[in-house]
């Protein structure tokens, strides 16, 4: 075939015209002997209805003469294509032979033309978390010649960890552990004696805590390495950058360097956590040395007096099981707690933390921090006019991720990044700007940072791109759990965004204050605050778009309602099915109360 001059002309947020420039300058990309490519991109349509009648672009095409929807393509000087449709055809027929490559289109993706087995691997996977073990997993599975780099930067610090990622190693697995292990703490020392148990004071021990959650991470760092030998994807041990969209280069521990060649890349690099950027800074440690570093290191072996700056629930989740196994707790607050969920609930939970024992500096941040000649650290910050200080053993800096890809090579491939570093996959489909080159999990713009979600896009993902699936991730009623003291589980939107994507008027909201059974002996629980909502859409049908629980064990209630959920279910739904009692999920049954209507609602008996 020769060079193909192919010119798409269209205004500027057309969507046609801009799948058209996406799979011609993929075309482009991937062809370049073959095609050429220029877009012609007017402002707005009227820009580029007047452009048409003045340039006459198909007066000399063959065909083109009454063209008048966006885009027009043509291709050499004079041939007319036509529009969208005709380029994804054109494409298709002189590009695209594979039927795999029609599936993906049909999924919104842009054809990436790569060959099976026509590089060192077929796919690679930079980053061995939750959603780059699962993705080369299922790649595997569906045949693809697949290997997984997982390489951990130290954090400050120098702690590092094994295969898994995250979640596993720094997240959700070891945060679960310490979160019930604080629970049972409350549960033997508040708790117990009012069921007529007689225990005496419980005491924790935080090294074998840690001890025996570093055993299990190590089997489980073991189980994954052992699962990728199984589905014959090869484990690289080496950092991943990328040189070229089908070239990554290898760094091991040492500095070693080599390069292999891939058809495709998916980004799984997850994020890191943000540093504290204030003089002494470098003395606080994250989420990633709570839950790795070596605390036979450090004065105390153990916590101690700790401050907690932050208030997102990596922040809360922490200073929760600090608190709970005993440790002088505070948090130091800029503004709100938990920003992005509800409002209502999250101050509850910062109000259950405050009664139940953890301190709070609210709208302050700490402003340096200087280490004492015992070894402690010694916080500043300031309150109104005032500077304030105070004596801590351990400072923990949670306040916020960032994407791990300042060292990726996202700039040499020509991967489209947003000003926060994080990967721009538009259309939701986890294709970057670059067709060959995919992203999944954290890394990615606007995606929620959890496991299931980075689990669950991947899989899609190898399946459209070697199964015979079309399945796009639908990102919608994803539920969540945040594992403070009091836990808190949220499906759909929150109250505030309910009350602003929908309005007063079409919006109903059923709530009940929750009286956990396991809680009635106990005389210290902090009263008022467990409690549960529906928030309904009176447009359609009363269906419930947003809930919310705070209680015991609300991450295994959400489980099962986001899934009522997602099949639609109205609030009558919720109402005719059978409760089980007694438990605080039945209150979901047997709500009653609109806030709307200004009344009590109060727990009561059964
Ligand atoms: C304290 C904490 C608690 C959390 N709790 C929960 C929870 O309860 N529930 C929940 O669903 N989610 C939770 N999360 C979020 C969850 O851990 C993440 O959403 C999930 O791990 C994201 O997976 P990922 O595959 O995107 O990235 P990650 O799991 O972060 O994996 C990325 C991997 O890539 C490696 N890597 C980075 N760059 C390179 C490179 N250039 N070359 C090779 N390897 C590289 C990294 O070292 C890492 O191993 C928590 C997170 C934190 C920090």
Redesign the pocket.
């Given at each position: 075939m020769s060079l193909t001059r192919v010119t798409v002309a269209g205004w500027r947020n057309c969507g046609f015209f801009q799948k058209a420039v996406k799979v011609t300058a993929a075309i482009e990309l991937l062809y370049p002997k073959k095609v050429q490519v220029t877009h012609i991109e007017l402002a707005d349509r009227e820009k580029y209805i007047t452009w048409l009648k003045e340039e006459k672009p198909g007066k000399n095409l063959t065909g083109g003469v009454n063209h008048t929807s966006s885009p027009i393509v043509w291709l050499n000087d004079n041939e007319y294509l036509g529009g969208c449709d005709a380029v994804l055809d054109w494409s298709r027929q002189n590009f695209l032979s594979d039927k795999k490559e029609e599936q993906k289109t049909a999924a919104g993706m842009v054809p990436d033309g790569v060959e099976m087995g026509k590089y060192d691997y077929d796919l690679v996977c930079?980053?061995?978390?939750?959603?780059?073990?699962a993705m080369s997993k299922e790649a595997a599975n569906l045949g693809a010649n697949v290997a997984c780099?997982?390489?951990?930067?130290p954090s400050p610090n120098g702690t590092t960890w094994g295969?898994?990622?995250?979640?596993?190693?720094?997240?959700?697995i070891p945060?679960?552990l310490c979160h019930r292990a604080a629970i049972l703490g409350e549960e033997v020392n508040h708790d117990a004696s009012g069921f007529g148990w007689s225990v005496g004071e419980a005491k924790h021990d935080w090294s074998k805590l840690v001890e025996n959650i570093h055993n299990y991470i190590s089997g489980l760092n073991f189980k994954y390495r052992v699962a990728l030998r199984e589905k014959k994807v090869k484990y690289i041990n080496?950092?991943?950058?990328i040189i070229d969209p089908h070239t990554i280069q290898l760094t091991d521990r040492k500095g070693k360097t080599e390069t292999i060649t891939v058809g495709r890349i998916v980004v799984?690099?997850?994020?890191r956590?943000t540093d504290l950027t204030i003089p002494g800074g470098e003395y606080a440690i994250n989420?990633?040395d709570v839950?790795q570093m070596d605390w036979t290191t450090t004065p105390k072996q153990q916590p101690g007096k700790t401050l907690v700056v932050g208030a997102s629930?990596?922040a809360l989740?922490?200073a929760g099981f600090f608190a709970a196994l005993g440790y002088d707790t505070t948090v130091m607050v800029r503004s709100i707690l938990l920003r992005g969920f509800d409002r209502e609930y999250s101050d509850k939970i910062g109000e259950y933390m405050e009664q139940s024992g953890t301190k709070f500096i609210k709208g302050s941040v700490p402003s340096k921090i200087e280490k004492t000649e015992s070894g402690q650290y010694k916080v500043f910050w300031s309150k109104g006019s005032n500077e304030e200080s105070e004596v801590y053993d351990t400072v923990v800096a949670a306040i916020g991720?960032y994407a791990?890809t300042s060292?990726?090579g996202c700039e040499a491939a020509k991967i489209e990044t947003a000003k926060n570093g994080k990967i721009i996959c538009e259309g939701k489909n986890e294709q970057t700007s670059v067709p060959n080159i995919y992203a999944?999990?954290?890394?990615v713009e606007g995606m929620l940072?959890?496991?299931?979600?980075?689990i669950q896009s991947?899989i899609f993902l190898a399946q459209r791109l070697y199964g015979n699936s079309t399945q796009m991730m639908n990102y919608d009623l994803i539920p969540?759990?945040v594992?403070t003291p009091i836990e808190y589980g949220a499906c759909g939107l929150s109250e505030e965004d309910a009350l602003a994507k929908y309005g007063e008027s079409d919006i109903e909201v059923y709530h009940k204050e929750l009286a956990p059974l396991e809680w009635e002996l106990v005389h210290d629980k902090p009263k008022g605050i467990a409690r549960a909502k529906l928030i309904c859409l009176k447009s359609e049908n009363m269906r419930v778009v947003g809930l919310h629980i705070l209680g015991p064990n609300c991450g295994e209630i959400t489980q099962g309602f986001a899934l009522a959920m997602k099949l639609g279910a109205t609030f009558k739904d919720f109402q005719d099915q059978v409760g089980i009692h007694p438990t605080v999920a039945e209150d979901f049954t047997t709500m009653s109360v609109t806030k709307a209507s200004g009344d009590d609602a109060g727990a009561s008996g059964c």
């Open positions: 930079i980053g061995g978390g939750s959603g780059g073990l780099l997982d390489f951990v930067k295969l898994g990622g995250t979640c596993v190693n720094v997240g959700c945060k679960k080496k950092l991943g950058t799984a690099v997850g994020g956590p989420s990633d839950f629930y990596v989740e922490c991720r791990d060292k990726l999944v999990g954290d890394v940072e959890l496991t299931p979600v980075a991947g969540t759990t594992f």
